[in-house]
């Protein structure tokens, strides 16, 4: 259910620009990029967004949650029943172990980072869409979508461009921060 709001956004969103697109002047080539690399590219952008910052904000709220109880679970002193300080080590150790297993997985999976550069990918596309559809910003010099359209082509790909180079670029840096790890293998010997 709560998926809902997203879902009806994303659909509306795609009619209201699958209904601008077909009322272009434009060839059909024109409309058919329009439609599946630029608009398909703002929907899953807008998915991506949407999904990395729900698990960024479901892990910051456990881990604070968490991080939160442990201290009072701690703060339990029953020296009379050995069975229930028993139980109060192990919710101390458990709760401390995810604590620190979510932190490490929301570093090791950067949502944050993710939400953020999928945000700006969808935003910096969908300005472009308006902008060209409306020809304001950098098409307002042009007379119609026909002649504005290479440029508009070359803009969307400029910044699909710059997204793969961000998702590389952090893949990259992902491989040597985890090559430069010591090796937990010992030596032949």
């Known amino acids: ?7 009806d956004y ?24 329009l439609k599946l690399r630029w608009l398909e590219q703002v929907l899953w ?13 479901s892990s910051r709220r456990l881990t604070i949650i968490l991080s939160a109880v442990l201290p009072l679970i701690v703060l339990l002193n029953f020296n009379e029943d050995r069975i229930i300080e028993r139980y ?15 932190t490490a997985l929301e570093e090791f999976n950067q949502y944050g980072k993710r939400w953020y550069s999928y ?3 969808a935003e910096l596309l969908k ?9 304001s910003g950098v ?9 504005a359209f290479p440029i508009f082509s070359e803009q969307v790909e400029s910044i699909i461009q710059r997204d793969v180079e961000v998702y590389v670029t952090e893949g990259m840096q992902q491989i040597v921060r985890d090559e430069s790890q010591p090796s937990q293998t010992l030596p032949p010997g």
């Open 45 to 57: 952008m807008e998915g991506r967004s949407n999904r990395m910052r729900d698990r960024h904000q």
């Open 139 to 147: 098409y307002r010099t042009y007379d119609d979508h026909r002649k």
């Open 119 to 121: 945000r700006r990918s």
């Open 10 to 33: 994303n659909a509306t969103l795609q009619a209201n620009f699958e209904g601008m697109i077909d009322r272009l002047e434009i060839d059909q080539s024109g409309k058919d990029y």
């Open 127 to 135: 300005t472009q869409g308006w902008q060209f559809l409306q020809l």
């Open 1 to 7: 259910m709560a998926d809902k709001p997203k879902e």
């Open 88 to 102: 109060i080590k192990v919710a101390t150790v458990s709760i401390s172990s995810m604590i620190a297993i979510g």
